[in-house]
């Protein structure tokens, strides 16, 4: 991969549609390792209203939304499908993904699906390459590791994960920052959204199931973005007797975007792969078209049921 980015005179560095902190932190990270190598490069994201909360992350401005067409190398993170990608990319394109659902899309993948972040499997291979770390990249790649882990309360949390907070501590990560960003910061449109979620929310099979319905009359009168619908399906959790939490959100081009959450030994990768997504073992997600929102529902709770 190494001899791929030395031979490359112009890398596009890819962070999925509506990124998060991981895959941004992640492109990120490999930003500040370029240009200490005076590469021509890109950072590149298809969606423009990146969520706010990520403006702490380094090089945040240097952010573009058109992939440049000369490029001779891209570099995508965290997009377990190509079209995750949001753009058709004509040039080799090496994939870093930490998903076991990832679709091997690149000419070169690495894929560490024991990782608990994309950062965490650039940090190992930055460990491999002898590559020093400095604090721009320690805040990039912490951030990952924080949001994907939940704050450290993930089931996948380990000393691994804690081998790495501590190194990238030493290294002078904005710890405080990137927790107060991640994890305090809110707007006022997501609040609102938060409460129209909970003020909706359906308790299914005993309360052990628990339904968001995110309509786009929701999203209008909060005034909330796609991703603020997030924290209310993680709060979801921790219900008492809550075991899969899910959410469906009408999105502006009339799919469907499910969301699913659990805790104990459910696997809701397998339930979202039958709708053609994917993720990880307690956190998964699909898109689909040509669907009602309550009748989705109700086919997904008696799906669920066969699995709880």
Known sequence: MFEKIATAQYIVLIAH???????????????????????????????????SRLQFLPWFDKLRHTF?????????????????????VACPLINIDHHKSNEHYGEINVIDITAISTTQVLFDLFNQENIKINPKMATALYAGLLDDSHGFLAPK???????????LSRAKADIYESAEALFHKNSLAALRLKGLMFAQMQLHLDARVVV?????????????????????????????????????????????????????????????????????????????????????????????????
């Open 68 to 88: 440049p067409k000369s490029a001779d190398l891209a570099m995508s993170f965290d997009c377990g499908a190509y079209k995750r990608l949001g753009t058709e």
């Open 157 to 167: 949390t380990d000393a691994r994960s804690f081998k790495m907070a501590e190194t």
């Open 212 to 308: 968001h319905l995110v309509s786009r009359e929701m999203m209008e009168k909060s005034g909330a973005r796609e991703v603020d619908c997030e924290a209310a399906l993680e709060e979801s959790t921790g219900l008492p007797h809550v075991e899969v939490a899910l959410m469906l959100r009408e999105n502006r081009n009339g799919k469907i975007k499910g969301s699913l959450r659990c805790s104990g030994a459910h696997d809701v990768e397998k339930l979202a792969a039958l709708h053609g997504g994917g993720g990880h073992q307690h956190a998964a997600g699909f898109e689909v078209e040509n669907e009602n929102l309550e009748a989705l529902s109700e086919k997904l709770i008696t799906a669920i049921q066969k699995e709880i």
């Open 17 to 51: 549609i509506n990124p998060d902190a991981d895959s941004l932190g992640a492109a990120s990270a490999m930003y500040t390792h370029l240009m200490r190598l005076e590469k021509k490069v890109t950072l590149f994201c298809m969606t423009e209203r990146v969520d």
